[in-house]
């Protein structure tokens, strides 16, 4: 009898079913966020960045099957080498099952993640391995609808304690820039 050790399994992380997708798309629309990126969101995260002291911060939005970082604050670093060889570059726009946000737009609760590789369900997610994330920390976007929109969230290449400050902060920052998105869609006035 030979034993062979468990292979880790790649691709079968499970998003949760999101059942708003559609809805979300068509809101987003409305409030005019579509996909396309904004200068006011860009500094929205970078101030994220400062804050925190983490390298990535993102304002994203999400659609049925992708995920689109309106704000984004990323590090000027060269590209992450699979291995494979080829290059991972961090863009605007990720697949639905990258990342974490989906999590938390769907559970419509803030997600705090000290050390990934801590969490079986998402340690073998592809943002892990793509691009060395290992710490994350994220809040819904929730109008005043009740529609979780997307997230405002930032993540680390090493493990971090975020603590219950960091969670407090992040989800006060996301209710605030709910506030004026909508504000700015209802003036018609850029945020």
């Known amino acids: 009898?030979?034993?062979?050790?468990?292979?880790?399994?790649?691709?079968?992380?499970?998003?949760?079913?999101?059942?708003e997708a559609p809805a979300r798309v068509r809101r987003l629309r409305l409030l005019g966020l579509a996909d396309r990126p904004d200068p006011a969101l860009d500094?929205?995260?970078?101030?994220?960045?400062?804050v925190t002291g983490a390298p990535y911060a993102m304002v994203n939005f999400i659609g049925e099957d992708h995920q689109f970082f309106a704000g984004l604050s990323a590090p000027a670093v060269a590209p992450v080498v699979r291995e494979d060889g080829s290059r991972a570059e961090f863009g605007r726009v990720l697949p639905r099952d990258h990342g974490f946000c989906p999590h938390v737009v769907v559970r419509r609760k803030a997600l705090v993640l000290e050390d990934v590789r801590d969490y079986p369900r998402f340690a073998g997610n592809p943002v892990v391995d793509e691009y060395g994330?290992?710490?994350?920390?994220?809040a819904p976007l929730i109008d005043s609808s009740g529609m979780a929109?997307?997230?405002?969230?930032?993540?680390?290449?090493?493990?971090?304690?975020?603590?219950?400050a960091g969670l407090e902060h992040i989800k006060a920052l996301a209710a605030d820039l709910v506030v004026r998105l909508e504000r700015s869609a209802q003036d018609g006035l850029p945020l």
Do not use: K, N
Request: aromatic share 8%; glycine share 8%; hydrophobic share 45%.
């Open 133 to 138: 994330i290992r710490s994350y920390l994220g």
């Open 1 to 19: 009898m030979t034993y062979l050790p468990p292979r880790p399994v790649r691709g079968l992380l499970l998003i949760p079913e999101d059942r």
């Open 43 to 50: 500094a929205f995260a970078e101030h994220l960045v400062q």
């Open 149 to 164: 929109l997307g997230t405002v969230c930032t993540a680390d290449i090493a493990p971090r304690v975020w603590g219950r």
